[in-house]
Each structure stands twice: as C-alpha cells, then as structure tokens.
C-alpha cells in the first residue's frame, strides 16, 4: 500500500526488489500542479503500479475528501482511462470464470494489469 507520495524511480525500484505484487493499493486523488510530491495524477498511479510490477490496482485515497479542485470521481475515472489506454486488461479469465466478480471489482475500482 503506497501512502502519499509523488511518482518517481522509487517504483521501479521496489518493483525491483520486491515486486512482482499481487495487488497494490495506491493513491489516486487529491492532486494538483502545486503539489506533485505529495499525491500522483491518475495517469501516474497506472505508471506506479505497472513499474512495481503489480497484477492488480486498487486505486484508494479518492472521493471521501475534496482537498483538491477537480471533481470528486474524475482521478478514479481517469485511472480507468489511463489502464485502457495502455492496454491494460480490468479483468481476466478467472474473475470471468467466477460469474461477474470482475465487474464487481471493476465498481470498486480494482483494475486488472
């Protein structure tokens, strides 16, 4: 679980020690231009999860407080966004295979990699 933090190299560097990683939970909202240390973009915590290595992303730290100027959902729907952009399956044949959990997950927020 990654607390506040900015992107950078320090994901790829814990995906290469400790990764690959089953599921990592990573904040996603809350950003601005002012404060890129402390809380990624959407687009980040896709970059994030993919250089750790993660199989799955549950992006957290969105829509509970509106610190930030941008819609409470836009960071969670960008993330989606973002994954599908980069080709990034939100389910796989297991959670198909489960009868519907994949779209259970996908309501929550928890995208496949």
Not at 59 to 87: C, D, I, T, Y
């Amino acid at each position: 679980m990654g607390g506040d933090s900015g992107y950078g190299e320090h994901f790829k560097e814990i995906g290469r020690r400790y990764g690959p990683f089953d599921i990592a939970l990573l904040e996603c909202g809350q950003y601005g231009k002012y404060w890129p240390k402390i809380h990624m973009f959407p687009e980040q915590v896709v970059q994030a999860a993919g250089d750790l290595g993660a199989k799955k992303l549950m992006p957290v730290h969105w829509g509970k407080f509106s610190l930030a100027l941008h819609p409470w959902n836009e960071s969670v729907k960008r993330v989606v966004a973002e994954a599908a952009r980069m080709q990034r399956a939100y389910y796989d044949a297991d959670d198909r295979a489960a009868g519907g959990a994949g779209t259970f997950l996908s309501e929550f927020g928890l995208v496949g990699f």
